[in-house]
């Protein structure tokens, strides 16, 4: 079978004679690879950088005539980062977490991440707009400050993280369930992941509210994310999603303590096989030095305690907080081993792979390229048993990996990789190879038909690190772990179009003038920020 | 064996992390002199700056013996990771000697500079000149210090030694900077001679032994009491009496600090807490 390629897409067929031929016979051909969660810009994530020279000096790439220098394992330069998606065959990234405040910094970052086309996802969980628009009842009202939220900061999805505990970790507090009183708005973090997810629907929005979960990172946490995925239930229509739960593995947690922790995925997993409003990101644990950087600034607190690491913690006016801890995921402590197991479990025991996306949540659980670490895991039995051989022994005994048989194929492979991530994210043009889509192809030296995954998944996981051929908009930028060409990847963004728009009245500007140390005119996000602007339009039905 | 002789006087920083036994094993003349090292940004091959003369014995000893003849005390990172053999250098060695080295032995006849054992797993460092700032301390940012090893210094060293230490012992022989031991959390330090001072700043656990003057002792330690003698590897015990505090309170730490009582009359306001 052919594909061919004509002015960046897919197209039924060129002339034969001029166009430059790839031969991948005997090798996987699939569309770029798509990250739905990765912290890869933003002032976390430099700040990250500040914060972790040791990071950079053993990892480094040197200039070349094409590429530029760049350093970072955990937490890499903004170019290093594109060029590692770009080898990998990966070719769009979405940045999941952006304090609205921030947006400009991010963007700028965005626009020297080469490679990849991007997005991110602004904070909105714990704005205090929100919060009093949700707790007056004003859904419609706030729809229309959500919508110029996202189109003045450049977003593409609303992402909530721990709804409420930011606004509460303001005075040093956090909630312990999604029924707990946001402290000065009388507001539940039910409340508010209802509000959003109506405001969501409100606004014809492509990707569903973004939750990381409250109480995330505790024993016991299993019940919360259940109780969230829940508490949206009947918001639902047509079997179409309209939640997805990141990082699940940090959400899944049974157990009254860390002594007696536990994986919670068999209640998480059967929850979501009977259900089609829920989508999952993994946010699978890999045994390695690693830097986590959340806007949980509570959790990133706990962490900070745990560990005894150095940290930074940050709360950014009235609309998030920040953390950033480095951690180091070791094979023989039990908690870590536990947590390693429940990302696979979740991954295996889900059935539906368009249901549940390959995530590090990087670089919380594991930078982005160990990728091809967990594609061998899920792939192979056999790779699962000799990693577990190493791990604590009290955590293999607790694993339920052991008694999971399940191999995923090549096809759910490209599932959780691509097409469920776009379709989740309601990206049309991306994670097919079909007529019409981007030219944003992959191709992987490995017969599907010769090789054995299960048996040879060193082979398979050699052949994930690097591609062989990455074609970014038609043109082919990377290959064997070389850049052929430094491309610019377009930032997709929405422009959501209400029919009664927010307009910044006196008041608002007071308000920015009290609360913010910008001023509302300052704010906003211009499209000229941007190098390649791809706005999305979307027409909100308010 | 292999001998280096430095061709000329270095300008710019060289990364030399190839001088190590580890890399030369097994390689001869001119396989050595084609390892490639960094002068300041330009990559340059070993040979070109370094006459490497090989002396072949009888019987090929296991691990090689490297001998550095001259100055290097622009050359960084020799015996990075090293896991045997040995490397005696007469003269002054630039920064990170014997980074991350896993075991082996190191004499430097000379100074040496900064970062000297840095984040070391074992194998032995001898200094017979001075040792700079951060002897056996981690990369900055990092946490991870000594895990194992010895370093011995016959003269001073600088700031920071031992810092994030958790295994190993280090021998100053000479006078000791501020800091040394700070965040350490395991492992001895010796120092022979005087300190300047703030010695054991947030140290969790371990051993710090003053055997000179110490101006005086961080706030956040307690006196625990007054020791005879004090162990210091096998065979080798410091005679006191010292005095013991324990520290740092700040971080809820049991580290202890020992300093000696004869050189220190200043801190006998503390015996009254006894």
Redesign the interface.
Known sequence: MDIAVRGGKIVEKVKESRAKKIDASGMIVMPGGVDIHSHIAGSEVNTGRL?????H?KDFERKTLKTRSGVGYSVPSTFTTGYRYAKMGYTTVMNPSMPPLEAKHTHEELNDTPMVDKATYPLLGDWWFVLEYLKNGEIEECARYVAWMITSTKGYAIKIVNPGGLEAWGSGRNLSSIDDQVPNFGITPREILRGLCRVNKLLNMPHTIHVHTNNLGKPGNYLTTLDTMKCVENLASENKPVIHITHCQFSAFKGSDWRTLKSGVEEIAKYVNNHSHVTLDMGQVIFTDTTTMTADGPFQYTLHRLSG??WVNHDVETETSAGIVPFRYRRKNLVHAIQWSIGLELALQIQNPWKIFMTTDHPNAGPFTSYPRIIAWLMSRKAREVTMKKINQRARSRSLLPSIDRELGFYEIAIMTRAGQTRALGLRNKGHLGVGADADIAIYNINPETTNPSKKYKTLRRAFENAVYTIKGGKIVAGNGQIYKDVKGATMWLDVQVSNPVEITEEMKRRFREYWTVECENYPVTENYLEVSHPITVKAEV | MVNLYPLKEFRFPIIAGCISPDVFQGKNREEIEELEIWEGNKQGKLGELFKVEEIRKEEQQEKTTIVIHGDVSKVRRIGKYMTGGEITIHGDVGMHLGEEMEDGKIIAHGNVGEWAGSMMKGGTIEIHGNASHYLGAPYRGSSRGMRGGKIVVHGNTGNEAGACMKKGLIKICGDAGQFPGLRMHGGTIYIQKDCDGRVGGCMKSGKIIVNGFLESVLPTFTIEGIKKKVKIEENEVAAGPFYLFLGDLTENGKGKLYVLKKKNPHLSNYEKLL
């Open positions: 914060l972790r020279p040791e990071d000096f690491n150095k």
